[in-house]
């Protein structure tokens, strides 16, 4: 893990900053590790706080956010689970203002070989953002979840500002 040098330093937070405020939704793929377990998947998230991913598994586990609610289904499961999305980290994660705000305050962004990252501070917890050293997109993040496990997401083929219908994010179409 590296410290960019002081000069590099603004125009890492200035590039990363552009690019988010040009930004108006993405698309990718992810891999997502929690503890041991990983799972796969894509996802369409338009800001503000708006996220659909469909996970690759036999169940078709879907999670959505509409803005204000989160909620997790999928075949597997008898009900669905709903959670208020200001209690998670992707409340901060799908806020673009907020990360922004965030980045115009920081005063370290650290790098390996592929990313640049920071990290921000939710209900006691560490949310580490990561972004693409090349394009400057967003490529990850490493947060804790409700239930107190490492989640790792890392993101890949990821596209921006598609044509995207809003009303993927219904959660009541995801509802048993």
Not at 98 to 112: C, H, P, Q
Request: hydrophobic share 35%; net charge positive.
């Amino acid at each position: 893990m590296l410290l960019i040098p002081l000069s590099s330093f603004a125009s890492t937070k200035n590039e990363i900053k552009e690019k988010l405020e040009k930004t108006e939704n993405i698309y990718f793929k992810f891999k997502q590790k929690i503890n041991d377990k990983v799972e796969s998947g894509e996802c369409k998230l338009s800001y503000p706080k708006k996220i659909y991913c469909l996970y690759d598994d036999i169940y078709k586990k879907v999670l959505v956010s509409n803005g204000r609610s989160l909620i997790i289904n999928s075949k597997k499961i008898k009900n669905y689970y709903i959670y208020k999305l200001k209690d998670t980290p992707l409340d901060l994660i799908l806020d673009k203002k907020y990360l922004i705000k965030k980045i115009e305050s920081i005063n370290k962004i650290e790098e390996n070989n592929d990313t640049f990252f920071f990290e921000i501070e939710h209900n006691k917890n560490l949310v580490t953002i990561f972004f693409d050293k090349k394009r400057f997109d967003i490529q990850g993040w490493t947060t804790v979840d409700i239930y107190q496990n490492k989640v790792e997401t890392k993101l890949f083929e990821v596209e921006t500002n598609l044509m995207i219908d809003d009303n993927i994010y219904r959660i009541q179409k995801y509802i048993n």
